[in-house]
């Protein structure tokens, strides 16, 4: 198919695209988790001491009593066989970051010939998938072939929808047969269970004894592109490596910020309203949609849940994304850059902790020099990214978010927090000696009588830190836009758990020592203050300055996935993971074996659909055009017109440079090679990208020159603006 064959079919689908003005019947209110098996269902069909006891697991990390399973699996067979499903599936999140489910039909065959539905608190609670070709980074090897899915029961069960037939899917850890976590679950959970332990010791601390739990909450910010589904077929590096290997800038680009918060295109908001209706019936409950800055670029955000459930939530809306931009032609894309030069997408995982008893924790309130439990949540923070930042920046690596961080684009790979005006004039009286007042927020002055006044943050917003506090809660704004929140919520309720727990022994030590409660926590702020304050950083992240002062505070700076990773060898890393009883060291290194070899291979596959398409499709235009040149300059001097066509000559050089940057590339495929991941994943950084980027710039000079008619590949500007 040629480029303007599919400019052609994008065209007309965007101009003939009609909205079909039937609305939704039902009201979006009522449709709000109506595929889930909520707490209220669960309460109006389980005997009284069973809905008793799973809720207590949910609100209260409370253990289940497994022989309670049976109850729940046939209220919920029930349930899911008059919501129309035929079929369970055991849910699980795999390392690759993805979602896996495996089917198994509700019927089973009776003596007499007949089937019967059959769901039993056993299958509900375990479940066999194998799936050993899951990558497990040297766990097991495919003859132990022994995988379990487990019952999370914190994580509601809720129905997937086809016209065909429904699927009852249940949420599940994903563990091998010794135990160990194949999943980014387990972690998960283990997390925040350590986490909670050592958040309820402060809170005692602070005089609060009647606590059951205190949980991180999550709530992500999800940034995507929309394209046209004419050009994504029209394009096989979309297909096969998730971005655009080619591609010369529009001469229109962001530049204008004309999209940023613009208005939305009928097609993409009628895709934005189901897709909001199909998050609704699922119980996720998505909150705000918006133009983001590059064309054709969105988000989509949610209203903020328990880590765990957020996490869910998230790998679903992923899902649910994808189908339902297929609904309206188009095909969503998550990857972290699909477009160079143009902004790439992220996903900002803002989080807070909190219990029902004392709400938010990281909320200041108006004068936070005088609550010092949110101080020392706080204090806790920002020792953990002091000391952990490279278990954060390893949380978030992967080849496709390489493209964002450390590149030229926000946020840098340098982990530094942010604490905004505020906070941070605080946190500085207290390393002076004691904090006596805080910054006070003010009134906006708006010129304008008729207008009424707004309230002013305390604190102004800082778009460049990787870390940020935002008035209530701490922004990760660092993981891509494609990545599982898990591994960054493992991250930050690890350093919590151990910060928290650093925070307690001190104070713990202080009260032995004979110190008022007052004076040890001035103590053990001002200590970490000193000692961690090298972190906080409200400047431009953006900047070179900002580059080498962090070197000199001694801050970690990893560009690539290969650096990131190598931090889960520090003994500090080590220790932090399996002490807190979150990740083993063999699990550990499991993780680490796991993204390096998928950083690897999605290289490779890079190098060789580049390679493929600069063979099979550009240089083929590239001598097509030549070949006209050269058949235009012989008429025209037959026709007695001496004209030399200096296009010609210009094409000469630009494909002789593509031939040679192709042949080099071919042979730094033909080297990819490595004894272990690690030199896998070196070789693939050192030898492949530069490589594929050469032919990349070859095949873009040339994108410039040849007569449009024979570009095979859709630009960019048709795909970034016909939508
Ligand atoms: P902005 O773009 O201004 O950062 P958005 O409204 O797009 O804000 O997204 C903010 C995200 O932060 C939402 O998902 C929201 O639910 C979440 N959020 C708000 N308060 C908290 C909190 N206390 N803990 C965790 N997440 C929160
Ligand atoms: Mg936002």
Redesign the pocket.
């Known amino acids: 198919m040629s480029g303007s064959m599919s400019r052609r079919q994008a065209i007309e689908a965007v101009t003939t695209y009609e909205m079909d003005d039937e609305g939704f019947a039902e009201p979006l209110a009522d449709t709000f988790g109506r595929n889930v098996f909520t707490l209220s269902v669960m309460k109006s069909r389980l005997p009284k001491h069973v809905f008793k006891a799973v809720s207590a697991t949910i609100d209260k990390g409370a253990p289940l009593d497994p022989t309670l399973a049976d109850y729940v699996a046939s209220a919920m067979k029930d349930w899911a066989i008059e919501k129309g499903a035929s079929h369970y599936a055991h849910v699980f999140y795999p390392l690759t970051g993805f979602t896996a489910e495996k089917h198994d039909s509700f019927l089973e065959p009776d003596s007499s010939g007949a089937s019967l539905a059959e769901f039993q608190g056993k299958t509900l609670l375990q479940g066999e998938p194998d799936a050993s070709s899951f990558p497990n980074g040297g766990l097991r090897g495919t003859f132990e072939a022994r995988g379990y899915t487990g019952w999370d029961v914190t994580s509601p069960a809720y129905i997937l929808e086809n016209p065909k037939g429904n699927t009852l899917c249940i949420p599940t850890i994903f563990i091998s047969w010794t135990g160990e976590a194949l999943d980014k679950k387990t972690p998960l959970l283990r997390s925040q269970q350590a986490m909670s332990k050592q958040a309820m010791r402060l809170l005692k601390l602070f005089g609060h004894t009647d606590i059951d739990t205190v949980v991180s909450?999550?709530?992500?910010?999800q940034e995507y592109f929309l394209i046209d589904r004419h050009f994504y077929f029209a394009r096989p590096d979309l297909m096969t490596a998730n971005r655009t290997l080619f591609g010369a800038k529009p001469s229109k680009g962001q530049e204008f910020d004309d999209h940023y918060f613009g208005a939305i295109p009928d097609r993409v908001l009628a895709f934005m309203i189901e897709l909001d209706r199909e998050l609704f019936k699922q119980g996720i409950p998505a909150?705000?949609r918006h133009n983001e800055v590059a064309p054709g670029q969105f988000?989509i955000?949610?209203?903020?849940e328990k880590s765990n459930l957020a996490h869910d939530h998230q790998q679903l809306m992923m899902t649910t994304m994808k189908k339902v931009a297929e609904r309206y032609g188009m095909v969503c894309l998550l990857h972290e850059k699909p477009f160079a030069g143009v902004n790439g997408s992220g996903k900002?995982v803002?989080?807070?902790l909190g219990n029902n008893n004392q709400g938010?924790l990281?909320n200041p309130g108006d004068t936070p020099h005088e609550n010092e439990q949110f101080l020392v949540f706080c204090a806790a923070i920002i020792r953990g990214v002091h000391k952990y930042g490279g278990l954060l920046r390893s949380s978030i690596a992967s080849a496709s978010n390489d493209h964002r961080l450390g590149a030229n684009e926000a946020p840098p790979a340098i982990i530094s927090i942010f604490l905004g005006e505020q906070l941070a004039d605080v946190f500085d009286q207290i390393a002076k000696g004691g904090a006596k007042a805080s910054k006070a927020s003010g009134v906006i002055e708006l010129g304008v009588d008729t207008l009424p006044p707004l309230k002013a943050d305390a604190g102004d917003r800082n778009r460049t830190s990787p870390f940020a506090f935002?008035g209530?809660?701490f922004?990760f704004r660092a993981p891509g836009s494609n990545q599982s929140i898990a591994d960054p919520m493992i991250a930050i309720n690890a350093m919590l758990a151990e910060s928290l727990d650093y925070v307690c022994t001190s104070l713990e030590k202080s009260a032995e020592e004979g110190l008022t409660f007052d004076d040890a926590v001035q103590k053990v702020l001002e200590e970490i203050i000193v000692e961690h304050g090298k972190v906080v950083f409200n400047g431009d992240g953006y900047s070179d300055a900002w580059q080498e002062e962090a070197a000199t505070r001694g801050l970690l700076n990893l560009r690539t996935t290969v650096d990131a990773m190598a931090q889960l060898d520090e003994p500090a890393i080590k220790e932090l993971m399996s002490s807190y009883g979150i990740l083993s060291e063999r699990e550990l290194k499991a993780r680490k074996e796991v993204v390096l070899e998928q950083y690897a291979l999605a290289l490779l596959v890079e190098a060789k659909e580049t390679l493929e398409v600069a063979k099979t499709m550009i240089l083929p235009a590239a001598t097509r055009y030549m070949g006209e040149l050269a058949g235009t300059q012989a008429s025209l001097k037959a026709a007695g017109v001496d004209m030399e066509t200096p296009v010609l000559k210009t094409m000469t050089v630009a494909v002789s440079e593509l031939n040679d940057k192709m042949d080099i590339l071919e042979e730094a495929i033909g080297g990819f090679h490595g004894d272990t991941v690690e030199t896998e994943a070196e070789y693939a950084l050192k030898s492949l990208i530069p490589v594929m980027n050469d032919v990349r710039v070859a095949s873009d000079r040339l994108e410039s020159i040849v007569a449009d008619d024979l570009w095979p590949l859709p630009t960019y500007s048709e795909m970034l603006t016909i939508l």
């Not at 909450?217 to 910010?221: P, T």
Request: no cysteine; aromatic share 14%; net charge negative.
């Open positions: 909450y999550a709530g992500a910010e909150k705000t988000e955000a949610p209203v903020f900002h803002n989080f807070s938010n990281l935002t209530n809660r922004e």
